[in-house]
Structures are given as structure tokens and as C-alpha cells.
């Protein structure tokens, strides 16, 4: 080594041109390797820059993808929950016609049972107007049967004397009762007896007035017996009680009325 390196300082020292030369050579052979190397060098970037769009695509695409599957994974969700919505609905409305029929077979079961307690309610109705009439037409009969008496009594002190006033007398008070005791059964049934003595009340000055001029002396007789009359016939009217056929019919209208209230109490 030692002789190489002297004889290399020797070869510079004697032949300097040729070691000029030689560095001119390294220098020109350096310059293409410098180009060279700047050439990989920009092909290296060019690649890496290749490289970083690849993985840009390839993000991109991956994104895609995923808004993708998130898009058909809510879609299918949002027909998930209308699939589930329309059969709440139908079950919904299943329930509905199921209470609907329910209320109908209900109705149809409690109409009859509703309309017999409206049909006694309004039979009482009627049975109630009914009485109300009696009871409107009583006082009514009571009157009648009052004139009717007036009527006579009237036509008993209105005959003058005579011999056959104290018969028609008597007949007017034993028609008065009779008349009294009919009237509660009704004007009808009371109108024939009063047309029946009626004819005897006015009959009687009829047969007595031949004989007014005769007997004067009879006058006190004749007068009391018309007032006596009026006084039995007043009594009468007074006291006449009901008739038995009345008495039973409103009994008989009470009990029902009492069973029907007692009915539709158990039935409440």
C-alpha cells in the first residue's frame, strides 16, 4: 500500500496533465449519474403521487359504499315501520268492527227488554188519563145529579094544593134516590130516571088544578110535605156514595198499578 501511494504522488508530480484529465472524465461521468438520479427521483414522486390518488379512489369508493348501505338499510327500516303501522292499523280497525258488532248484539238484545218497560209506562199513562177523566167526569155527575134534584124539588114546591100533590110528593122522594144512587155510573144511566120523573113532577099540577078552587083548608098539609120532600131529596144527594161497580174498578186499577211499579223496580 505504501508503495502505491508512492508511486502514485510520484506519477502527479511527474505527469500532472494526466490527472487533469482524469478529473475531467470523473466530472463528466458524474453529471449523467446526477441526472439519473434526479430522474428516480421525480419517477419515485410521480409513483407516490399515483399511490395517494389509488388510495383517494379507493376512500371515495368506500365512502360510497357505506352511504349506500346506510341508504338501503333506512329504507328498509322505514318499510319495516310501515309494514308495522299498517298492521296496527288493521288490527285496529279489526277491534273497532268487533266492539261494533258487540254494541249491536247488545242493542238488539236490550231493545225488547227497553221497549216492554216504555209499553207498561205508557199503558199506566193511559190507565192514569183514564182515571183523570173519572175523577174530571165525577164532579161533573155530581152536578147533574144535583140539578136534577133542584129540578124536582123546584117541580114539587111549584105545584099548587090539591089532593094528589102529597102522591106526587112521595113519588119525587122515592125517585130522588134512585136517581142519586145511578149517578155516579154515569150521566147516561142518570137521564133516563130524571126523564122518568120528571113526567110525574109536572103532571101533578096537571091533575091538581081542578081541585085548587076546592080545597083551601089543605094548603098547610100540601106545603109541608113538598118541603119535607126537598129535604129527603137534598139528603139523599148529599149522601150518595159511590157505586160498587167504581169502587172495584179503581181497586182493581191501584193493584196494577202498584204490581207494574214493583215490576220494573226488579227489573232496574
Known sequence: MIVTSLLALL???YFPGESVHDERQQQQTAVPQRQQLLLQQQQQQQQLLQQHHLHQLQLQQLQQHQLQQQQLQEQQQHQQQLQQEQQQQQQQQQQQQLIHLQLQELQQQEIPSLQQPQQEFEA???QLLQLQQLLHQQPQQDLQRQ?????????????????GAPAAAAAATAAAPAAATAAPAGAATAAPAAETAAPAATAAPAAAAPAATAAPAAAPAATAAPAAATAAASAAATAAPLSTDEATEEETANRRD???SKKTKKKK
Open 11 to 13: 506519477s502527479i508530480l
Open 124 to 126: 199506566m199513562q193511559q
Open 147 to 163: 140539578q136534577l134534584l133542584s129540578t124536582l124539588a123546584a117541580a114539587i114546591t111549584a105545584a099548587p094544593v090539591s089532593t
Open 258 to 260: 202498584n204490581q207494574r
